[in-house]
Structures are given as C-alpha cells and as structure tokens.
C-alpha cells in the first residue's frame, strides 16, 4: 500500500510507525485538515471474526477516552460491532488479605468502564480507515535519516530520507514507530530503562464459571495475575485473557509446563475463583521493564507511544497512554486552528510535550510502585495493601476518582 508524494511538496505532518496509536494519531490529524503522511515497514496481516484460532494473544483494557478518539475518526463503531467485549465490573484483591477494591459501573453511573480488545482487530479496522482517508501512506518504507530544522535556523521542519531513496518534507515528524524507535534515535531523544526481571505470561484459557463481566486481578508475591473477560468461542462459552507476572526463572518454568499442570497452577494461583481453567492458546511470554523518553520534543520531531512510554502492564494503560499523546496532539491542533494561530509553533509543542511527558512519567512510576509493593513479601507491606485496597474501595469519592483516572474521563 503506498501513495506518491510530489517532489518537494512539504506537508504537515509525517507519522513514523503504523500501530494503533501512530495511525490513530494520522487519521486524528488528517481529520483537522493536516497533510499527513504515515510511514510503516509493513502492513499489518487482515483480521477475520472467523478464524478464532488466530485470535491476537495481545489484547487491551481499552479505556473508554481511547474509544472516544477512535470514534472521532471513524473507527469504533467497526470495532465495537467486530469482538470487543465490554466489561463492568473490576475487582482487585490482594493475595496477603484484606478487602478487595471493585468498581462497578452501576455505581459510577456508565454502561461499561471499557473494552478488551484485541491488538490485530484495532489494527485491521484503523488501517481500513487509513485507505479511505486522505492519510498518504507509504508503505514498506523505513526512515533512515533525519535532516532538522529548528527554530532560529529558517522555517522550522523536518526532513525524512526513507529506504528508497525519497525525502518528506514535514513541519512536524513524530516518531510512534514502538520502543525501538529509530525516528526518535535520529532525533537524539535519549531513554532511561528499568529491567523489572520479570515476564508478562499471556494465553487464551476457558474456564468453569463465567467471567461475569468482570476484569479479574490478583496480586500474589511473585506478582499480579489478571484475568480479562473476551467474547466466547464456538467451543469455550467462558473465556478469558490471562497476564501472569512472573519473575524470570519462575516464569520459563510455567511457560515449560504441560497444559494440564499449568491449568492447575493456574486455577491455584486465582483461588479457583472461576473455577478449572482449560487453555486455549499456547503460552507466550515477554519481557517486562520500564522505558521513558527524556524529552517528548527536539525540535519539529515528537514522540508518543511507546517510542515515548513503555510501562508495567498491571494497569493495562499501555495502549490508553498512547492514544493520550495522540489525542492531546489532536486537540492542541484543534484548538490552534479556531484561533488561526500556528500549530506547530514551537512553545506550542513544548506544551505539549511537557503535559505528556509529565502525565506519562507519573503513571509508569505509579505502575512500579504498584507492582514493587505489592509483589514484595514483607510483612509489614502484606499487612497495609490489602488494607488500603478496601479502603480505596470503601470511600466513594475516592473510587470514582481512581476509575476516572484510568479511564482518562
């Protein structure tokens, strides 16, 4: 897929990455009347309702200020209608004691506190949208030099030299090409990392009892086990996505097991609470840590994403801050534009990167502080989380402003 652009046209904007939130971050632009150009290595693989056995191991809490931009460009709505399962109930339970946290969407007055989604179905339906906007795509291509421009040396910009030879002129670049980020590298754009020495566990299981609704997570010493609720298969009318942390060498073992004994650990591990677990996919494990861009700007060269942000999966804000940054930058041009003022002037920019890098870096530090607290077996710290879990749930105010965070509302 791929669109020429005339020789020596500067455009608005060029988008570095095709994922969930560079093309989301595309469209959002081209929808406020931007040129934007979007850059990608490959296209993502087609995704059908009809091959379950194919389904992304690799699903979000989708928050519902996510659906909301998606919606604004034109995508939720094909989504919603494809395999996204609404859930309205949390509950969060320590494995020490204590009373549970929970969030009910009757309580805060929603139909539904989110969505699990899979990555490959988001990706399909904003890539459709993408082929029938103005979006210019170009694809395979990577970037693999960067000429910038900043302020004081000419009009501001910047320019792309992709793999194939041709050069983008763009006032703005920004860099959503994922933790690797080779558009943020070019920029200069250093990174602080945080190896947690653990591994994110997930597969598809069914298990005994519904899910009711209900995004599960317990947090056990070694830590937090989620159990996120998805839309039945033919052969499984109860099933669940699991994100299981573990620390490194415990989780190559549960990655070893056969599925019966790691069925049993499972159901173990969650007190049974859904009753027998049955997996339905192969196990994958990944590698978790924590990586911060030192700046969100240099110059005409953002970032967002996760060539910004990669965070504890926990939360399951991964995907929510992303599309954050994105909508932030969308609402910034928004609001420039009714102005007539200048988009893309560089205190403008600066704003807001300095909003986005200090909201991000807030919650990646929250979600390790989360995950060290409560996967430490100190007896004093098993003593108090429980404790403060139920006491967050107990206080109304309280639990409203937490879900409201979370869900950026």
Known sequence: MSRRIAPGRRIDAAVVGGGIVGAACALALAREGLQVTLIERAEPAPWSVDAPDRRDPR????????????DAVGVWDTVAAARAQPYRRMCVWDAGGGEALRFDADALAVKQLGWIVENALLQDRLWAALRAST?????????????????????????????????????????????????????GIATTTED??????????????????TAWQRFLPTGPLAFLPCAPWAAAPHVS???????????????????ARFAEELARAFTSRLGACRPLTPRIGFPLRRQLAEAYAAGPVLVMGDAAHVVHPLAGQGVNLGLRDASALRALVADARARRADWAAPHRLARWARARRSDATASAQSFSLINRVFS???????????????????????NRALWRHAAGV
């Open 59 to 70: 699903v979000y809490a989708f928050a519902p200020d996510s659906a909301a931009l998606l």
């Open 135 to 187: 979006v210019t795509v170009r694809c395979p291509a990577a970037v693999v030099a960067l000429e910038r421009r900043d302020e004081g040396s000419g009009e501001a910009g910047a320019t792309l030299e992709l793999d194939d030879g041709l050069r983008i002129e763009a006032r703005v670049a920004i860099a959503a090409d994922g933790a690797r980020s080779t558009l943020r590298d070019l920029a």
């Open 196 to 213: 947690y020495a653990q591994r994110g566990v997930v597969a598809y299981v069914a298990t005994e009892r519904p899910h009711e609704d």
């Open 376 to 398: 430490s077996d100190d007896v004093a710290a098993t003593l108090l989380r429980g404790h403060a879990l139920g006491l967050a749930g107990a206080l109304p105010p309280l």
């Open 241 to 259: 996505s699991i994100v299981w942390t573990l620390p490194e060498a415990e989780a190559v073992r549960v990655l070893a097991l056969d599925d």
